[in-house]
């Protein structure tokens, strides 16, 4: 918390105290084919569910799944996987996890005409949702802090890059060679990924330190157990919530077992001995800082990538007539702009501070979902909102990492910014719901498609909850050195 003596306290010899152990190059893109690989991958099959259901004979409800189920395993397994990249060395878990998500893929490809078998493959590559957390964590152990913000910038906006083309993507190859296709295409990424870490990425000082003393003793199973179901249970909820009904047995079992999952949680990480979440350094302040600012900006930042090419999609006159692949494209602006803001935000990190760009990145999106808001199906505001939303991503989502560089330990990297990717998760849910009950009440009885005020009223939505985040930061404080576990 503000002012305790986790903050104060001086720390380890930082990486920028010693050579760099590598070329930022060499380090770098690595990472950014293993993030750009699962990013898409989030993605890519959202147009390809018509396509699996028609292949594997299934309900859109089993169909849900196929995205349901990757999406709870990631948000359960990322704070997971940095942690054992803590313990264990970040290196070797993020090939690990990564080969985890080339054996679902080539599950879901082999296996493609069993709505089952392609359920089982996405819960599995969900296992890679900590190749973001990791990749901050190397970088920020291998680079000087100057290489390492832009670096972690440029990883950042693969979110965006991998969200923005995934769509007009997945769609182009689902149609064209299936949707076995589609995962095909995600194994052979895989393996260039693999290869390249493997080849080009070495082991971090904390990493060699780690492998000295790994035990399995160490790991907080327990822990893991609750924050998977803690996590998982109201997930699961979230998504399925329209299927079942809010106030049915089903979806509010899942938010009870959830919340009291939570709460043991919090309970267990306070007494144990190595924690899998450890609570002091989620209460430094700039880490907290993250966390919210990143939940409250992602809430946004998601409604433009829900919302804009369903807007696209609907009729001439409510939207704009347009295909799924030409409906993707209207996100190509943000994924032009997040591309190149994410690593201008890290270069200037260093002479700018981290404050300028945490203002930087809500003002831009409010802005942005405000064009979106008022200008309708007009497609040169369609255009021109999703660029701002992408500046506002870029610099936003660069920063988060450097943050927790800043504050936590070497030792405590992988699992800080594993949360800090969970609440991301946490808010793309929540607000792909909200969008989705507010277009539900907005469509006449009758009719298929809702009326463009409830467009209007998403976007509005998505910029108040974004704004909010220019109430947290003020709380950031200088840059200091990290708190000792």
Same mark, same amino acid.
């Given at each position: 918390? #503000? ?9 380890? *010899? ?12 060499? $380090? ?43 999406? *709870?395993?990631?948000?359960? &397994? ?32 082999? &296996? %493609? ?9 996405? $819960? ?8 973001? #957390? ?7 152990? @291998? ?10 910038? &440029? ?60 035990? #399995? ?9 609750? @924050?998977?179901?803690? @996590?998982?249970?109201?997930?699961? %909820? ?20 959830? +919340?009291?999952?939570? +709460? ?41 990538? @829900? ?61 942005? &979902? ?11 505001? /369609? ?10 991503? %870029? ?23 594993? +949360? ?18 507010? /277009? ?11 009326? %463009? ?7 509005? +939505? ?11 930061? #003020? ?11």
């Amino acid at each position: 918390m #503000p002012g305790t003596q986790h903050e104060q306290q001086p720390v380890l *010899v930082r990486p920028e105290e010693h050579p760099p152990k590598a070329r930022a190059g060499k $380090v770098i893109i690595p990472l950014l084919a293993a993030g750009l690989t699962y990013a898409t991958a989030q993605t890519t099959i959202v147009p390809a569910l018509p396509e699996i259901q028609r292949a594997t004979h299934s309900s859109p409800s089993a169909g849900a799944w196929v995205v349901t189920g990757f999406f *709870v395993s990631s948000a359960a &397994l990322t704070v997971i996987a940095g942690r054992l990249g803590d313990l264990f060395g970040k290196r070797r878990v993020l090939l690990a996890i990564l080969a985890l998500f080339g054996v679902g893929a080539g599950l879901c490809t082999v &296996l %493609g005409d069993s709505i089952t078998a392609v359920i089982a493959g996405r $819960v599995i590559m969900g296992a890679a949702g900590g190749v973001f #957390p990791l990749a901050y964590a190397l970088i920020g152990d @291998l680079l000087p802090r100057d290489r390492a913000a832009f670096g972690m910038g &440029l990883i950042s906006s693969m979110y965006g890059l991998g969200g923005a083309i995934g769509l007009p993507l997945g769609g182009l190859i689902a149609d064209r060679f299936g949707h076995r296709g589609l995962f095909a295409l995600t194994v052979v990424m895989t393996v260039v990924a693999l290869a390249m870490v493997a080849a080009l990425v070495p082991r971090s000082s904390s990493d060699a330190a780690a492998a000295t003393t790994a035990d #399995p003793a160490r790991i907080d199973w327990l822990g893991a157990i609750l @924050l998977a179901v803690g @996590l998982g249970t109201p997930l699961v %909820g979230i998504s399925r919530g329209s299927a079942w009904g809010w106030t049915s047995v089903p979806t509010l079992a899942c938010w009870v077992v959830g +919340v009291v999952s939570l +709460v043991v949680l919090f309970l267990v990480e306070s007494r144990v001995r190595s924690p899998l979440i450890h609570l002091p350094t989620m209460g430094l302040r700039n880490v907290w800082v993250a966390n919210a600012v990143a939940f409250l900006v992602t809430f946004g930042q998601s409604m433009s990538f @829900l919302l804009v090419p369903q807007l696209a999609q609907l009729p001439k006159g409510t939207g704009l007539g347009a295909d799924v692949l030409e409906s993707g494209l209207y996100l190509l602006p943000a994924s032009v702009t997040v591309l190149f803001t994410g690593p201008l935000t890290g270069a200037l990190v260093p002479r700018l501070g981290v404050r300028f760009p945490l203002i930087v990145g809500p003002l831009t999106t409010v802005a942005g &979902l405000a064009v979106l808001a008022l200008g309708g199906p007009s497609p040169m505001l /369609l255009l021109a909102g999703s660029a701002l939303v992408g500046i506002g991503g %870029g610099a936003a989502f660069a920063v988060f990492p450097m943050l927790i560089e800043d504050a936590v330990t070497p030792d405590r990297r992988g699992a800080a910014n594993g +949360v800090n990717t969970i609440m991301r998760h946490i808010s793309m849910a929540l607000s792909a719901q909200i969008a989705a009950a507010i /277009l539900v009440a907005a469509t006449p009885t009758g009719t298929a498609y809702p009326t %463009g005020g409830a467009f209007t009223t998403d976007f509005l +939505v998505g910029a108040v909850i974004g704004a909010l985040a220019l109430v947290v930061v #003020p709380a950031v404080t200088r840059r200091t050195a990290p708190a000792p576990a």
